[in-house]
């Protein structure tokens, strides 16, 4: 059974983005990896029911996703409503799609409440970025899936290869 990567749908050029754009990953492991049938595309958000486009949310600031996940810090919209839950329930949803699939991978993209892996933004809607994970990568990795950037595509390869199948 090969190893499949759970892959962000924006990435895969769905407008799907809170913003309602995509950000489409051009690379030829993406078009290697959908040969071999390794990818399961989902955007967490829509997964949950939330709308596109929506408004730009945001992990509290001076929080974690692992305060989000176990209910000590929130989710917020730029408009201020809270969507906690819906990201919690966006997580969830991803966890249990990437074990029903067998995905030991994920390739999320970066910067996203829900998807970034390296860094988030800091809470106070000002473009200012923090090292940290978004709510479905944290909850991803404390999972054992392996998560990977949309700027990592070439150690997501070097994993696979290691990996061997």
Request: charged content about 25%; proline content about 5%; aromatic content about 4%.
């Amino acid at each position: 059974m090969i190893a499949r990567i759970l892959v962000s749908a924006c990435l895969m050029g769905h407008a799907v983005r809170y913003d309602g754009v995509a950000k489409p990953l051009l690379h030829p492991a993406i078009e290697r990896w959908r040969g071999e049938g390794r990818l399961v595309v989902l955007c967490p958000e829509m997964s949950a029911g939330m709308p596109v486009p929506r408004p730009p949310a945001e992990i509290e600031p001076g929080r974690t996703a692992g305060a989000v996940l176990s209910g000590d810090a929130r989710v917020l919209e730029k408009t201020g409503g809270d969507v906690t839950a819906a990201f919690r329930e966006a997580a969830e949803n991803a966890l249990a799609l990437a074990r029903r699939t067998n995905c030991r991978f994920a390739l999320l993209i970066d910067g996203s409440p829900s998807c970034g892996s390296s860094f988030v933004h800091d809470g106070g809607f000002r473009g200012a970025r923090v090292s940290g994970a978004g709510v479905t990568a944290a909850l991803l990795r404390a999972n054992r899936i392996e998560v990977f950037s949309d700027r990592q595509i070439g150690e997501l390869a070097a994993r696979i290869e290691e990996f061997g199948s």
